[in-house]
């Protein structure tokens, strides 16, 4: 059972169905897609599609585009899907998972499942994180969370804060800084990668350390990928971070050193955490993030496995090529205790 119909549980689908396990994919979600739904209206790819394939079957190039949008990728994992005659339900979400005797029990709003495995692809962009910075109650002004950015327009002629050092803060600063008046403050220095490294080098690093190279990951590199848009906004003299603010005041924010300054509207651009609410019966004592895993498995439940929610479920695994690499070892797994349970 896979829980999560986004680009990783598709890949755990794929191996799933190649190893002839008996298998469906739950997802809340009414159509393909996962997360790439929502992105806001300029997000791309990092890299061109021939380097963002899932198992089996490659992304197709755009027409007139180097790095794909969010809707191409969308129509690809909808296409894949149908390509591999994926067993995919949806709408479906799963309320719980807990034990039952020998199996699992997957309990949703559509009905009850028993499984012997679980898979937990439910990504993380249910979950968005926003610090807890005093004064978040008194601001009049707008506060929103990337996941409800769409695009810098309505942000025209006004005076905003984008909050994050990772590359959803850089990308919307980018764009932002173009109509409104825009400050960037980040909790820590901002990490910027050389300007000759986007997912293709990305995707090489991250190959290399799966295959068990030495040298750093993909993270030792920086945290924001110089795409175009945040090179030009480099160009403009824009990307200047400034350290966080102590709090939020009814107006705008109070800096460390006493000023206080107004603002329109804050942007939390500061990261998500793992969707695993539907996994507490099965994982005594979480409480919220991460979850002991050796590989993809739950140290503490082992028939549980977890794909696609960061490095720590393998390397690069929350993009399209890692999360490939991390379901075929996850199926090879559970195929592998199967048999021995035969
Ligand atoms: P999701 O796509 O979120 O899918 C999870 C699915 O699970 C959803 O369909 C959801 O409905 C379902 N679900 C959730 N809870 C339940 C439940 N309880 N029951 C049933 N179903 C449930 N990735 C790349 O590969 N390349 C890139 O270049 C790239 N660039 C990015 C740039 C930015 C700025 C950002 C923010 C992200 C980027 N990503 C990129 C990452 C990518 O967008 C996500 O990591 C990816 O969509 C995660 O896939 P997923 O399958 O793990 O989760």
């Known amino acids: 059972m896979v829980v999560g119909g986004g680009q990783a549980g598709l890949a755990a689908g794929y191996y799933l169905r190649r190893a002839g396990l008996d298998y469906v994919i739950l997802d809340a979600h009414s159509r393909p897609g996962g997360a790439w739904q929502h992105g806001w209206n300029s997000l791309r790819l990092f890299s061109p599609a021939e380097y963002s394939p899932l198992p089996g079957w ?7 585009e180097e790095f794909p949008t969010a809707g191409h990728v969308v129509d690809y994992l909808r296409t894949y899907e149908r390509r591999y005659d994926l067993r995919v339900r949806r709408p ?5 998972v807990r034990p039952a005797g020998e199996r699992l029990a997957v309990e949703t709003d559509a009905g009850s499942w028993m499984a012997r495995y679980v898979i937990s692809a439910t990504g993380t962009w249910e979950c968005p994180y926003v ?10 002004g707008r506060q929103l ?3 409800h950015y769409a695009s810098p327009e309505e942000f025209r002629g006004q005076r905003v804060v984008v909050v994050g050092g990772g590359n959803s803060a850089a990308q919307i600063l980018a764009e932002v800084s173009r109509v409104a008046d825009a400050t960037w403050v980040t909790l820590r220095p901002a990490r910027f990668m050389p300007d000759d490294v986007d997912g293709r080098v990305l995707f090489g690093v991250a190959t290399r350390k799966a295959a068990g190279g030495a040298g750093g990951g993909v993270s030792d590199l920086g945290d924001i990928v110089m795409v175009p848009s945040v090179r030009e906004a480099r160009e403009r003299g824009v990307l200047q971070p400034r350290s966080m603010f102590v709090r939020l005041t009814d107006r ?9 300054q107004p603002y329109d509207a804050v942007i939390w651009c500061t990261g998500f955490e793992p969707n695993l609410t539907h996994l507490a019966p099965l994982l005594r004592g979480w409480r919220q993030g991460k979850v002991a895993t050796e590989g993809t498995r739950s ?3 082992t028939r549980l496995y977890l794909l696609g929610y960061g490095d720590w479920t393998g390397p690069a695994s929350a993009t399209l090529v890692g999360a ?8 090879t797994d559970i195929a592998f205790r199967l048999q021995g349970q035969s």
Request: hydrophobic share 30%; no cysteine; proline share 7%.
């Open 58 to 64: 490659g992304m197709p190039r755009q027409d007139g």
């Open 92 to 96: 479906v979400r799963v309320r719980e």
């Open 131 to 140: 610090p807890d910075i005093p004064g978040r109650e008194e601001f009049t």
């Open 145 to 147: 969370h990337t996941v």
């Open 252 to 260: 705008g924010v109070r800096w460390a050193d006493g000023a206080e």
């Open 299 to 301: 140290v503490d439940e």
């Open 324 to 331: 490939g690499r991390t379901a075929k070892a996850t199926v």
